[in-house]
């Protein structure tokens, strides 16, 4: 059995039908999810990450846990996990780990608890999520406009289906412990570029404004806590070599090339019609 957490999130949903559609028994875990939201076959179980006294039905009878940074005691959940017969953890991490000390300390927690816990582990740490463009949807639809800060500066975004991809290669197959990866799109986007490409794919121009910092920081300040939205807008704007480069690690798991972020654009065109 294979328990994915955030089962209904932009990773998650399709891992769950990846991992479903192989066969797999799988256990999707979500703070509010039902049989309605997964494939027929998966058992699908409401949970929170914050509780790991409360995840205990969730992972009854598993061997293996997809488990991202959510809630604040990692080291319950691997407790919990552990004593549940879990054997295997991947962890769905941030690439500002490795390249931003102190930035990411949330993350950073549950990497060091996964890594301690005895159990057979891999680390996935992932570059900025072509999902994030759905921010951009709303603005899309009402008047053809998408904002960010840093108009011109290039980030291989990753589609999230490749993430999804490379996780379920992971859980199912040996020859990753230990691993750390890097995942990032084949090629550097700019934000402007991101926002013709959704016109693109719209048939339609969507017009870029860009955003100062100040006004992308109270944004960002509304759903992230201090540090992380420093370290995001440092790697939005003066991101490292580290963070600009292309990792061959999706390519490495998978065999074939990262999708660029065309490709998930257009799949995701009906989200801003």
């Known amino acids: ?26 256990t999707a875990v979500a703070r509010r999810i039902t049989e309605a939201d997964v494939p027929p076959g998966v058992r699908a179980v409401a949970a929170d990450l914050g509780d790991p006294a409360g995840l205990r039905p969730a992972l009854a009878g598993a ?6 940074v959510a809630g604040e005691d990692p080291q319950g959940v691997v407790e919990a996990a552990r004593e549940a017969g879990v054997r295997r953890i991947v962890l769905l991490s941030s690439q500002g780990v490795g390249t931003r000390p102190g930035a990411y300390p949330h993350a950073a927690r549950f990497e ?10 891999t ?44 996780a379920a290669a992971v859980l199912r197959e040996d020859g990753h412990d230990g ?26 121009p969507v017009r870029f404004a860009e955003q100062t910092r100040e006004a992308a920081r109270a944004q960002m300040a509304r759903v992230m806590p201090p540090p992380v939205v420093e370290g995001t807008l440092a790697i939005l704007g003066e991101p ?11 390519e490495r798991v998978l065999g074939r090339p990262a999708h660029p972020f065309t490709a998930w654009a ?6 801003f019609r």
Request: no cysteine.
């Open 240 to 250: 490292t070599p580290e963070e600009r480069r292309v990792s061959p690690d999706v």
């Open 179 to 204: 691993a750390t990866y890097v995942l990032t799109g084949p090629e550097a986007t700019t934000p402007r570029e991101r926002a013709a490409a959704i016109g693109a794919a719209l048939g339609e």
């Open 63 to 68: 061997d293996a846990l997809f488990l991202l």
């Open 123 to 166: 680390v996935l740490r992932s570059g900025g999520m072509a999902s994030n463009a759905f921010a951009w949807a709303e603005p899309v639809r009402a008047h053809r406009t998408a904002e960010a800060p840093f108009g011109d500066v290039g980030l291989p975004f990753v589609d999230p289906d490749d993430v999804a991809a490379v």
């Open 112 to 121: 060091e608890a996964v890594r301690g816990s005895g159990l057979v582990w």
């Open 1 to 26: 059995m294979i328990v994915v957490t955030g089962a209904t999130g932009n990773v998650g949903r399709p891992l769950v039908g990846l991992l479903a559609g192989e066969g797999l028994p799988v």
């Open 266 to 271: 257009t799949r995701n065109a009906a989200a």
